[in-house]
């Protein structure tokens, strides 16, 4: 099933995005974000039993990640956004668990983009 990311846009600094993964299934799930000129840096996971795995400490107490399976959307909830949060944010989905090699995910949604800007 493709995945379809959505929910970005422009926030001030301080505030707070939803950003939705549609088509997740019983899979592992995990947010990326490319920043114009870095490389695609994974953020969080949530496998399909719903354990959840921190790939940056930086967004530790501001990002939480979770599952309605009854609407197949994983959600990424981004509170006290930053300017340096600001990327093109991907949902990439994988067999089961999560992984922390990227190149583990097999299916990409589009991306949308986050900025973060007074």
């Known amino acids: 099933v493709q995945l379809q990311a959505s929910g970005g846009g422009l926030v001030q600094p301080g505030g707070s995005l939803r950003l939705s993964c549609a088509g997740s299934g019983n899979r592992g799930i995990g947010w990326f974000r490319q920043a114009p000129g870095k490389e695609r840096q994974g953020i969080l996971c949530i496998s399909s039993s719903d354990n959840i795995i921190y790939y940056r400490d930086s967004v530790k107490g501001r990002f939480t990640i979770s599952r309605d399976n009854a609407k197949n959307t994983v959600y990424l909830q981004m509170n006290d956004l930053k300017a340096e949060d600001t990327a093109v944010y991907y949902c990439?989905?994988?067999?089961?668990?999560?992984?922390?090699?990227?190149?583990?995910?097999?299916?990409w949604g589009q991306g949308t983009q986050v900025t973060v800007s007074s």
């Open positions: 990439a989905a994988r067999s089961y668990l999560c992984s922390r090699d990227r190149t583990a995910f097999t299916s």
